[in-house]
T-cell receptor, first 114, second 114 residues
Framework: DAGITQSPRHKVTETGTPVTLRCHQT?????MYWYRQDPGHGLRLIHY???????DKGEVSDGYSVSRSKTEDFLLTLESATSSQTSVYFC?????????????FGDGTRLSIL | GQQVMQIPQYQHVQEGEDFTTYCNSS?????IQWYKQRPGGHPVFLIQ?????EVKKQKRLTFQFGEAKKNSSLHITATQTTDVGTYFC??????????????FGQGTILTVHP
């Protein structure tokens, strides 16, 4: 969808280790988002970006940081992973600077923290 | 902050029966979007509603946006096994600069028995 690639697709790691998830898009979309999906909670916004080097927090940002050094890449980092961060992570992009644009999602990363 | 509640959480139907999911926001929305996620897949945009009282149809799917722009519904007529998946509503807050941020409902998981 919209040329969005998430990597890795699956990862198992231990509590306390740093983890970085990558989202790469080829559509030159300005806006990018990171969500986590957990049963009963739908999709919750972690961080988002409205341009290169422009990022802000979403509703569940504690324990996460992001960076966007290029239009096409948006990185999500868990500085010291905890078991509560076990989840499926989705990256999404949107095209224009006005509102009302649909979001396009990557295939997700399934992250397990033991 | 903004909350979007979606009910029911689960719906099991026999093929050919109708299905409806409802979405309610704690705040007035500028627009509401609907997404479908197939099992094991990623959310895919279905439609966007912008105007108060708006009704849109896509084949067997009917989408409504409430007059107060705080609630919405998705109705599927004569369900088919291909309708299986999770349906999410996602609202965008009215006013201010939203950067395209969406608040997702918890989703309704639809299963269809043949």
């Amino acid at each position: 969808d919209a040329g969005i690639t998430q990597s890795p697709r699956h990862k198992v790691t231990e509590t306390g280790t740093p983890v970085t998830l990558r989202c790469h898009q080829t559509e030159n979309h300005r806006y990018m988002y990171w969500y986590r999906q957990d049963p009963g909670h739908g999709l919750r916004l972690i961080h988002y970006s409205y341009g290169v080097k422009d990022t802000d927090k979403g509703e569940v940002s504690d324990g996460y940081s992001v960076s966007r050094s290029k239009t096409e890449d948006f990185l999500l980092t868990l500085e010291s992973a905890t078991s509560s961060q076990t989840s499926v992570y989705f990256c999404a992009t949107a095209q224009f600077s006005v509102s009302n644009q649909p979001q396009h999602f990557g295939d997700g990363t399934r992250l397990s923290i033991l | 902050g903004q909350q979007v509640m979606q009910i029911p959480q689960y719906q099991h139907v026999q093929e050919g029966e109708d299905f409806t999911t409802y979405c309610n926001s704690s705040t007035t929305l500028s627009n509401i979007q609907w997404y479908k996620q197939r099992p094991g897949g990623h959310p895919v945009f279905l439609i966007q509603l912008v105007k108060s009282g708006e009704v849109k149809k896509q084949k067997r799917l009917t989408f409504q946006f409430g007059e107060a722009k705080k609630n919405s519904s998705l109705h599927i007529t004569a369900t088919q096994t291909t309708d299986v998946g999770t349906y999410f509503c996602a609202g965008q807050n009215a006013g201010g600069t939203s950067y395209g941020k969406l608040t997702f409902g918890q989703g309704t998981i639809l299963t269809v028995h043949p």
